[in-house]
């Protein structure tokens, strides 16, 4: 092909690609809504926050209710406590969490998974949440955890879909457990989540396993969960795994 041509193939090309992009995204895929990225399309932000501020503002005005609080310290406590010990239970009979781990509760409210872990040995779990509960509970924003790297050996969470920013928070996770840590998420799948929910996740898990690029899935299962219907585990790669 002669020189003179090329500008006009690239132009030619260009267009082609213009309209093909005008094509595809006109496709009726919920155009109203943010997706995270194009691979975690299956993860939908909820509109209707409108800063991080106001996101923090909403959050805490649940959390710091004094009838909820006061609910979730009382009538609600030892349920909850029965309930998640079941859960960690059984994860420790698989050897995911045992009494020597580090474990962090990750949005843990007043600390009813802390004080469960505690109760099947895990001495050294620890909660965090936006407002601390003292003394189960220490302040922290998931989004960017007061921890160093590689401080924990296994996280849990219930609370993702309250992830202003779930590619923080997976990172977050994945920063602060140690190469080899688990990782034990409860999601809602085949439902929603609640008002203060900020993202839900579409269709099944896929969407939030693509956040965690430094991890290896364990498996999914489903659960019974506080309306959280699916239990994601998953473990940090080791360094230099090229899995
Ligand atoms: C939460 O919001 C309601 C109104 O929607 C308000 O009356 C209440 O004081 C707020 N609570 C907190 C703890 O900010
Ligand atoms: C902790 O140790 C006790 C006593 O050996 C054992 O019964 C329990 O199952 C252990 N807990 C965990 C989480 O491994």
Redesign the pocket.
């Known amino acids: 092909m002669s020189i003179p041509h090329k500008p006009f193939v690239l132009l030619l090309l260009l267009s082609l690609l213009l309209l093909m992009h005008l094509f595809f995204s006109s496709t009726p895929s919920s155009p109203r809504t943010t997706a995270v990225a194009t691979s975690t399309a299956a993860i939908r932000m909820r509109p209707g926050f409108r800063s991080y501020d106001d996101y923090i503002k909403r959050q805490l005005n649940k959390t710091l209710d004094p009838r909820l609080r006061r609910l979730w310290a009382t009538r609600d406590w030892d349920r909850k406590v029965r309930v998640f010990a079941r859960f ?2 059984d994860l ?1 009979a698989e050897g995911l ?3 020597f ?1 580090a474990a962090l509760c990750v949005g843990a409210r007043m600390g009813q998974e802390v004080a469960a872990l505690r109760s ?3 001495v050294g779990a620890v909660g965090m949440d936006l407002a601390p509960a003292p003394p189960l509970v220490v302040a922290g924003d998931f989004h960017a955890q007061p921890f160093p790297d590689d401080s924990f050996d296994f996280e849990f969470s219930n609370v993702f879909d309250h992830a202003l920013y779930p590619e923080r928070f997976a990172a977050e996770v994945e920063r602060t457990l140690r190469p080899g840590g688990v990782a034990v998420l409860h999601v809602a799948v085949h439902r929603r989540g609640d008002k203060y929910s900020a993202n839900d996740l579409l269709g099944g898990v896929d969407g939030l396993l693509g956040l965690f690029k430094r991890s290896d899935l364990v498996r999914v299962r489903k659960v019974d969960g506080f309306g959280l219907d699916t239990e994601v585990v998953l473990r940090k790669k080791k360094k230099n795994s090229h899995k």
């Open positions: 960690f239970a420790a969490v045992s009494n781990s099947i040995g895990v």
